[in-house]
């Protein structure tokens, strides 16, 4: 999975790349809209466990769950086709396993801890039309845990039920990783207004063990229930589809005839009557 996993975010890594030198050479020389834009977004995810290196763990079923996430963002035009887009984000990693534990029991175990990321994407996109223009993204993440729980229960022959908070004990403190996915921009006008909207599908994936350092070494008890072992490394994942609406910061002229100069304002009554 891991070959597979690194032969797309790199794959992806070159197309877009690919793409971008494209699309900077089309626009050498060429003026294009510098205006940048601010906005917000949301969505929902869809967050998983990559157990790395236990192939047992990483065979157990991880139920489909959607989450939600959002925050702000920036749009910072680079060159035609290009732009820069970093943002903050509320999001929500962990996963949720139901199975049969091999003395028989039914065990639920799942994590849900809440982070918040700065993310660094560059989209690369095709400006077909001002209402279409379809983008492939790439970029970095960093993020920082906030709160969360880790819930384990299973039934009989050794039955347990308990929720931990998800503290420095027995999840990591920071998150790390990148993400690859595309997308579709627009500009729009809204009545005087112009508005740009971005509809996008990614795939995160961390680099990050997040599993406590305070139970590997013992200092902290480990909460064990098969699906939970420090042994190895646990990277998150997700998969995340987002609508952004974002609004350019062009400025306002208060004055329509501001940039006339004096010799071509009109001095005549009619001239005074309108303002002129």
Request: one cysteine or more; proline letters at 5%; a positive charge.
């Amino acid at each position: 999975m891991f070959k597979k996993m690194k032969k797309v975010l790199l794959l992806s890594g070159l197309l877009i790349g690919i793409i971008g030198n494209i699309f900077a050479q089309m626009s050498s020389g060429q003026p294009f809209d510098k205006t940048i834009a601010l906005g917000l977004k949301g969505g929902v995810n869809m967050p998983r466990m990559w157990y790395f290196n236990n192939a047992a763990l990483s065979q157990l079923p991880q139920k489909d769950t959607l989450t939600i996430m959002g925050g702000i963002f920036a749009d910072i035009p680079l060159s035609e086709g290009v732009s820069f887009a970093p943002e903050v984000i509320y999001v929500q990693r962990g996963t949720d396993m139901r199975y049969e534990h091999r003395t028989g029991a039914q065990v639920h175990y799942s994590i849900k801890v809440a982070y918040a990321d700065l993310r660094l994407p560059m989209e690369f996109y095709w400006p077909i039309k001002t209402y279409f223009q379809p983008y492939l993204v790439a970029g970095a993440e960093a993020g920082f845990r906030l709160f969360g729980e880790i819930h384990m229960d299973r039934t009989a022959p050794i039955a347990l039920d308990e929720t931990l908070p998800a503290d420095s004990s027995n999840m990591f403190l920071v998150h790390a990783g990148a993400f690859a996915g595309a997308g579709v921009r627009s500009r729009i006008n809204v009545g005087a207004m112009e508005v740009m909207l971005k509809l996008s599908a990614t795939f995160h994936q961390g680099f990050v063990d997040s599993y406590s350092p305070y139970e590997k070494n013992g200092t902290a008890q480990a909460q064990n229930v098969n699906a939970y072992q420090i042994s190895g490394m646990r990277w998150p994942r997700g998969l995340e589809v987002c609508l952004g609406i974002a609004i350019p910061l062009k400025p306002i002229l208060k004055d329509a005839c501001a940039s006339f100069s004096n010799d071509r304002r009109h001095h005549g009554n009619r001239g005074h009557l309108f303002g002129y």
